[in-house]
């Protein structure tokens, strides 16, 4: 489950698109207080070799038995927008995008994320994980016997240098923290290559096929399924 969250950019970010690190800003900004560059997810600078992972552009994701993998696609512009991770019956769904340099995201977008859901009768409750303050948000949704009931989702996200990646938890990982075990274990391990391009705060960083998608996985590679097309994902920009 996504929902779409409204601009709340600050006037001097949208008026000046960020700009590229240099080598000392980086590392400065990898050791951050949070030990992130230390227990992930992982800067593309903080890591040795990109080989074993299956590279999706702006992400790099560990293989795992059982994992599957669903690349979303905006219907409008036919970009890759997010990734879906499948496993165990629960789902985690990945995007990434650039960050200022100065400052992180994260406390912005959940009061944005706070709103969205409060807009739509639905509830948010602020509660600290393993990856620091996650929300847990419940929006209204009719259940097969036609009562009432409520949707779950949890929302993780992590500020990285110069980059902020958002991660929604579905399926039983989003209440059961046991079932969201697997799923979190994948989420410490992902990589996420910025680039060095200037980019307005929020943008998202492009997603791709992989480049050997059509080939036949190797065993404990995740598969990777057709692309998903619809309106539902949105930028938190």
Do not use: C, H
Not at 87 to 101: C, D, E, M, V
Not at 153 to 179: E, N
Not at 187 to 211: A, N, T
């Amino acid at each position: 489950m996504v929902f779409g969250l409204g601009r709340k950019a600050k006037k001097e970010q949208e008026a000046e698109p960020d700009a590229p690190a240099s080598p000392e800003e980086s590392a400065d900004e990898a050791t951050d207080a949070s030990g992130r560059s230390v227990t992930g997810p992982f800067d593309i600078s903080e890591i040795a070799s990109r080989d074993g992972y299956v590279d999706l552009g702006a992400l790099l994701i560990a293989p795992s038995e059982g994992l599957q993998l669903r690349l979303e696609v905006e219907e409008a512009t036919q970009r890759v927008v997010a990734v879906t991770m499948d496993l165990n019956g629960s789902s985690l769904q990945l995007q990434a995008f650039a960050a200022p340099k100065s400052e992180g995201l994260w406390d912005e977008i959940r009061e944005q994320i706070g709103q969205s859901v409060g807009s739509q009768g639905g509830q948010v409750e602020e509660v600290q994980g393993q990856f620091g303050t996650e929300l847990v948000a419940k929006l209204p949704a009719g259940a097969a016997d036609g009562s009432q009931g409520y949707r779950v989702a949890r929302f993780v996200g992590i500020d990285g240098p110069r980059w902020f990646l958002r991660g929604v938890l579905g399926g039983a990982a989003a209440m059961d923290r046991d079932a969201a075990a697997p799923l979190e274990a994948l989420f410490r391990k992902i990589v996420v290559i910025r680039g060095d391009s200037p980019m307005p705060p929020r943008d998202l960083l492009q997603l791709r096929l992989p480049k050997d998608a059509s080939t036949t996985p190797q065993p404990g590679a995740p598969a990777l399924q057709e692309p998903e097309r619809g309106p539902e994902i949105t930028q938190i920009g």
